[in-house]
């Protein structure tokens, strides 16, 4: 699988409620991972079966792509290195398109945010989480962007031993009536 992460720009989406991916064990050196850079005519059918997989709303995968192309968002699919078995997903957003809070993304000043994180049920726990998340890293500093945020439900702390520090708990809503009290985390890259 080529890694062509850095030369495709992508664009940013909004987290859902709760990132399903957060249990992961940090203990372990990190698995090595394929990834690619989505297109419209070879992923969309796999991004929307995953979005329906983790029960989000499968209609945002349309907008994504067009995200990418204007360069507000980079996503990622990962295999299994050396395979085309996809574990999951994840973009980093380079402005806040659901509530433009230029605390979790804003180019101008630098701040990029995680979001679209997912991984299938059989590959958490196994330290797929710690590489995702320092795949985004790179893929952000590659933006040029000095913080990466990332947010979920408040209990969304399991972050922190990423390097993730909480920086802000506030009411954020998820689409509706959904407002949920919402952790804030960043990281100086």
């Given at each position: 699988?080529?890694?062509?992460?850095?030369?495709?720009?992508?664009?940013?989406?909004?987290?859902?409620?709760?990132?399903?991916?957060?249990?992961?064990?940090?203990?372990?050196?990190?698995?090595?991972?394929?990834?690619?850079?989505?297109?419209p005519e070879e992923h969309l059918k796999?991004?929307?079966?995953?979005?329906?997989?983790?029960?989000?709303?499968?209609?945002?995968?349309?907008?994504?792509?067009?995200?990418?192309?204007?360069?507000?968002?980079?996503?990622?699919?990962?295999?299994?290195?050396?395979?085309?078995?996809?574990?999951?997903?994840?973009?980093?957003?380079?402005?806040?398109?659901?509530?433009?809070?230029?605390?979790?993304?804003?180019?101008?000043?630098?701040?990029?945010?995680?979001?679209?994180?997912?991984?299938?049920?059989?590959?958490?726990?196994?330290?797929?989480?710690?590489?995702?998340?320092?795949?985004?890293e790179e893929i952000a500093r590659g933006k040029?962007?000095?913080?990466?945020?990332?947010?979920?439900?408040?209990?969304?702390?399991?972050?922190?031993?990423?390097?993730?520090?909480?920086?802000?708990?506030?009411?954020?809503?998820?689409?509706?009536?959904?407002?949920?009290?919402?952790?804030?985390?960043?990281?100086?890259?």
């Amino acid at each position: 699988m080529v890694n062509t992460a850095a030369a495709n720009p992508t664009i940013p989406e909004t987290q859902q409620p709760d990132t399903p991916a957060v249990a992961d064990s940090s203990e372990n050196p990190l698995p090595d991972l394929d990834y690619v850079v989505p297109n419209p005519e070879e992923h969309l059918k796999l991004l929307v079966a995953m979005r329906k997989a983790c029960g989000w709303e499968a209609g945002m995968v349309p907008t994504w792509f067009i995200q990418q192309a204007d360069g507000t968002r980079v996503m990622s699919i990962f295999y299994l290195p050396g395979t085309t078995t996809p574990i999951g997903m994840g973009a980093v957003e380079l402005q806040d398109f659901d509530q433009a809070d230029k605390d979790v993304a804003d180019i101008d000043s630098k701040r990029g945010c995680v979001v679209s994180l997912f991984l299938y049920k059989q590959y958490r726990g196994k330290g797929y989480l710690g590489k995702i998340l320092s795949i985004c890293e790179e893929i952000a500093r590659g933006k040029g962007l000095k913080v990466l945020t990332i947010y979920g439900l408040a209990k969304a702390g399991g972050y922190e031993k990423f390097g993730y520090k909480t920086f802000k708990m506030a009411v954020r809503n998820y689409g509706g009536e959904n407002n949920w009290e919402t952790r804030y985390l960043e990281m100086v890259l």
